[in-house]
Structure formats: C-alpha cells, structure tokens
C-alpha cells in the first residue's frame, strides 16, 4: 500500500500546473445565469399565458351586447307615401295626400276617393281638368264584363277592364267577385291612361287586416253587428244629426281605412 501512494505521488509531481482558468469559470457561469434568465422568462410567459387561459375559462363571460335586428316587416303595410283603401281584405293604393269624398253631387272636385257616398244630388256637376279619383264600389258589379280580362290578384280571381278615354275622361275598373268589390280609377289629366294604369296596379289582397265597412242607411244596431262580426270593438257616441235618431253619421277610423281584429271603431249615432 505504502508503495502504491508513493507511486501516485510520484506521478502527480510529474504532471505541469497551471494558472486556475478563471475567465473560463467565469464565462461559463455567465451562460449558465443567460439560460437560467431566458429559462425564467419563458416559465414566466408561460405562466401568464396559462393564467390568461385559466382566468377565461374560469371568469363570467363578457355580457354581449344586445344585436339589433329589423322588426319584421308587416305584410299589409302600403307602399311609402301611399294609405289603402277598400272594402273587406281587399284594398287599393292611393296617395296619403288625397282626401275621402270631395265630391259635388258625386263628381270628385280634387284627388279623393269615393266610398260610401250614401244618397248624392242628381245634378250633373262638372269634373275639373287634372282630377284623379279612385271608387269602391262593395257589391257585384253593374257593368258588362264580357270584355274583361282575367287575372289574379294575390290568389283571388279578378277581371280587368280595358283603360279607355271618352270625353276628357280616362277610366279603369278591377272586379274582385269571390270578394264582392270593384275599384274604378279615374283621372281627367292629359297622361290619364298612364295614371289609371298605374292606379289599378295598386289592388292588393290584406293577409292579416281587414277595413272598416260602409254605414250609408244604416242603424246602429245592425252596423254594430257587422263591426262585431269582423272581430272589431265598437265604441258608440251619439251626435244631433240631420238624420232620424238611431242612424250612423260616422266612424273613427274612417269607414275603408285598414284595421286590424280587436281594434275600436267609434260609431257616431244620431240622437
């Protein structure tokens, strides 16, 4: 044993050393802290990264505001800057700007419909030049259809007359019969053929209202049962009236105009 250490020491003396390799040592632990850091940096994101993960799945999630939406369309709107007008479910087109009944003795004097005149004077009252006018007419038709054109308006039979000119006069008329009404465009202007055209164009067929029904020689009580009878309220008041007591002088809506199931009419009685 004693020879084996002294050959070991022997061998040890032998071998040359040098000066500690200090800047290597120091060099080596610098890139031992670089990874350390880099390592530490990584672990952080990561942590972060997973806390971001662990915190959305783990927090409410963010309330959504609410998305707004176009409210559904109503079926029976008229077209912009245009009101219906009709009898039952089937109504026509016409302008906002133009009134009910402006006539003298039955001849419009400006733009208006006609519905539900009752008895007019039998005078004969001239049309002035650049009228327009559209007529209800509830009821089977009194005029010769035999040359009338078939067609359909929204599923329901129709028949359309000719659009003809006499007298200064242009003329039109749509006949629904399963519906019992026929609208008659007319018009006095020089472009009447293309005005009335354009009028009649305007027959539509209501899917979810109906209108308020005529009351010309009516008592309350059989028109309250008409009124009951579409589905509508009704709401009487009375008024001194050229009339016997008991007749209909008026409605609120105005009798054409579109309604729907469960509305109010208010019926204006003579007294």
């Not at 005078?123 to 006018?133: C, G």
């Given at each position: 044993?004693?020879?084996?250490?002294?050959?070991?020491?022997?061998?040890?003396?032998?071998?040359?050393?040098?000066?500690p390799?200090?800047?290597?040592?120091?060099?080596?632990?610098?890139?031992?802290?670089?990874?350390?850091?880099?390592?530490?940096?990584?672990?952080?994101?990561?942590v972060?990264?997973?806390?971001?993960?662990?915190?959305?799945?783990l927090?409410?999630?963010?309330?959504?505001?609410?998305v707004?939406?176009?409210?559904?369309?109503?079926?029976?709107?008229?077209?912009e800057?245009?009101?219906?007008?009709?009898y039952?479910?089937?109504v026509?087109?016409?302008?906002?700007?133009?009134?009910?009944?402006?006539?003298?003795?039955?001849?419009?004097?400006?733009?208006?419909?006609?519905?539900?005149?009752?008895a007019?004077?039998l005078?004969?009252?001239?049309?002035?030049?650049?009228?327009?006018?559209v007529?209800?007419?509830?009821?089977e038709t009194?005029?010769?259809t035999?040359?009338?054109t078939?067609?359909?308006?929204?599923?329901?039979e129709?028949?359309?007359?000719?659009?003809?000119t006499?007298?200064?006069?242009?003329?039109?008329?749509?006949?629904?019969?399963?519906?019992?009404?026929?609208?008659?465009?007319?018009?006095?202007?020089?472009?009447?053929?293309?005005?009335?055209?354009?009028?009649?164009?305007?027959?539509?067929?209501?899917?979810?209202?109906?209108?308020?029904?005529?009351?010309?020689?009516?008592?309350?009580?059989?028109?309250?049962?008409e009124?009951?009878?579409?589905?509508?309220?009704?709401?009487?008041?009375?008024d001194?009236?050229r009339t016997?007591?008991?007749?209909?002088?008026s409605?609120?809506?105005?009798?054409?105009?579109?309604?729907?199931p469960?509305?109010?009419?208010t019926?204006?009685?003579?007294?």
């Open positions: 044993m004693d020879d084996l250490n002294t050959l070991l020491e022997e061998r040890v003396a032998d071998i040359p050393v040098g000066a390799p200090i800047d290597a040592m120091r060099s080596a632990v610098r890139r031992r802290r670089s990874r350390m850091t880099a390592l530490g940096a990584a672990a952080a994101v990561a972060i990264a997973a806390g971001g993960v662990a915190w959305q799945q927090d409410e999630p963010a309330a959504r505001p609410p707004a939406s176009d409210p559904p369309a109503d079926p029976d709107a008229p077209p800057g245009s009101r219906y007008v009709g039952g479910p089937a026509i087109a016409v302008p906002e700007a133009w009134g009910t009944n402006d006539t003298e003795c039955g001849t419009p004097q400006e733009d208006t419909v006609v519905i539900d005149q009752g007019i004077c005078a004969l009252i001239p049309r002035p030049a650049d009228v327009e006018s007529e209800v007419r509830p009821g009194f005029e010769d035999s040359a009338w078939s067609a359909e308006i929204d599923g329901e129709a028949l359309r007359s000719p659009v003809e006499a007298d200064g006069l242009t003329s039109g008329s749509v006949y629904l019969p399963e519906l019992g009404v026929t609208f008659v465009a007319q018009s006095s202007s020089a472009d009447g053929e293309a005005i009335v055209e354009n009028l009649l164009a305007g027959v539509t067929i209501l899917e979810e209202h109906t209108t308020v029904p005529g009351f010309a020689l009516l008592e309350v009580d059989a028109y309250a049962a009124l009951q009878e579409l589905g509508l309220a009704v709401e009487i008041v009375t001194e009236g016997k007591g008991g007749w209909v002088l409605t609120d809506p105005a009798v054409g105009s579109v309604v729907a469960g509305d109010t009419i019926v204006t009685v003579a007294r």
